[in-house]
């Protein structure tokens, strides 16, 4: 009879120490998604240390003519968009080909530089977004979407997946928003963020790979094409 007790003592408790660890877990889940965009980008160590490990970067990608052709008396450029990683220059992270009207080409590119107390190591740091791409009969907000607004660049997957899912999602929901807000970036330590426009006129045979200049611009450097 002791025995049975005993068992059954030991029994409640395994089932109450796994309840406890459950709603430990369920806890820990709504704080994470409980948290606030002012939480995360005041508080949060996790993404200080993420933007910490940005690195200088020169180069963002890179554009080429596939083809162009007369169309109803119009001149229309095929191009090919390639979005490069950030630790090499070779690896395609992105890749698309638009179409578009004429031969110059404008492409669109969002930078967020982030301030000195935003970041662990004193140092300031930059994201740079590629936004859109248009030509010049085209309105900009009638360019063609190159990253997607609000969503998480592939060239920084790897340094925000310390954060959880959720708290990625918010971030780069809200950073293509705090650009109107300069209230916001000054309490957040959120330098500028601004638009980059950089256009040129495209022709077969060359690259135009965009570089990075000391101030954060961005830049074509033309090459041939190998």
């Given at each position: 009879m002791a025995d049975r007790q005993k068992k059954a003592r030991l029994f409640i408790y395994i089932i109450v120490a796994l309840c406890l660890v459950i709603l430990a877990y369920l806890a820990r889940g709504l704080y994470y998604g409980a948290v606030t965009v002012h939480e995360l980008l005041a508080e949060n160590k996790r993404l200080k240390q993420?933007?910490?490990?940005?690195?200088?970067?020169?180069?963002?990608?890179?554009?080429k003519v596939i083809a162009q052709e007369i169309k109803d008396g119009q001149l229309f450029t095929t191009i090919r968009f390639v979005e490069t990683a950030r630790d090499d220059k070779l690896k395609k992270i992105l890749e698309k080909e638009y179409v578009i009207a004429g031969d110059v080409i404008h492409f669109d590119a969002l930078i967020v530089k982030f301030g000195d107390k935003m970041v662990m190591d004193g140092k300031a740091k930059a994201l740079y977004l590629w936004r859109r791409v248009y030509g010049e009969k085209m309105a900009p907000e009638r360019g063609f979407a190159i990253e997607e607004p609000g969503a998480e660049p592939k060239r920084y997957s790897d340094l925000f997946k310390v954060l959880p899912v959720k708290q990625r999602e918010l971030f780069w929901s809200n950073i293509w928003l705090l650009a109107n807000d300069p209230?916001?970036?000054?309490?957040?330590?959120?330098?500028?963020?601004y638009g980059n426009v950089v256009y040129s006129r495209l022709q077969k045979g060359l690259i135009y790979v965009f570089?990075?200049?000391a101030t954060g611009q961005v830049f074509p450097e033309i090459v041939p094409d190998m």
């Open positions: 993420a933007i910490t490990n940005l690195t200088a970067e020169e180069q963002i990608g890179y554009a209230g916001k970036l000054k309490a957040y330590d959120i330098e500028a963020i570089k990075i200049s």
